[in-house]
Each structure stands twice: as C-alpha cells, then as structure tokens.
C-alpha cells in the first residue's frame, strides 16, 4: 500500500494512536512514523494494516502494563484495566479490521467494535 501523509493519519486513527512530531514519545503513540510507514507498505490496504497494527497493540500491552494492577497515592486509588481485558480488546479490533480488509473495505453492517466488546462485557 502506498505510504501517504492521508494514509498514515487514516492508520493512526484507525489503530486509536494520536502523533504529535513535537510530542513524539512512549506516552503520545506506540508506533513510530517508521513503524506506521512499515505497517502501511507491508498491507493490501489500511484494514490490513490497522489489523496487523491491533496485534502488535495486544503484544505491547504486557510490556506497557507489566504486574500492576493497582496503585494508590494518599486517598486516590488508580485500579488499570486488566491485561487480558486489553488483549482480548485488542485481538477483537485486529479480527474487526481484517474482516474488513477481506471485503474490500466495505462492512455490511456498521457497528463499532468498542460497542460490541461493551454488549459482550455486559452479559
């Protein structure tokens, strides 16, 4: 796939990674400009590159998250969402675009997959 200054914003948008070249560093994007133009040049289209950036997501996560679970400082208490949580998010949005990269980009029904991993947790 081409690597445009359109494409990697659509990608970055897609893999919910903001990019600030003044701001560039772990805690702004997971994926470097380098990263992004590999994902893109390495894909049929943008789903098969947000697919395959979803899964790199999932495999970061543990390194990101390592043990903590929870951490309190005075009377605030900060609880993360648990790992496999994220992973399993993850996983869902790789499969959410890769179904979409095989038909052609175009989705016979138009649900987010954040609301669908909400409809499923609620159960």
């Known amino acids: 796939m081409e690597v445009t200054e359109e494409n990697r914003d659509h990608l970055r948008s897609l893999i919910n990674e903001t990019y600030d070249p003044e701001e560039e560093d772990a805690d702004v994007t997971r994926f470097s400009e380098v990263e992004v133009e590999r994902l893109l040049s390495n894909a049929r289209n943008i789903y098969w590159a947000a697919s395959e ?49 095989e038909k052609g980009g175009t989705a016979t029904q138009r649900t987010s997959p954040i609301l669908l991993s909400a409809k499923k947790h609620q159960m």
């Not at 979803?54 to 400082?73: F, H, I, L, N």
């Open 53 to 101: 950036g979803w899964m790199q997501k999932a495999g970061r996560y543990q390194a990101e998250m390592q043990d903590v679970r929870r951490t309190e400082s005075g009377t605030e208490t900060y609880e993360a969402t648990r790992l496999l949580d994220r992973i399993r998010y993850a996983q869902k949005m790789a499969d959410y675009y890769q179904d979409l990269a």
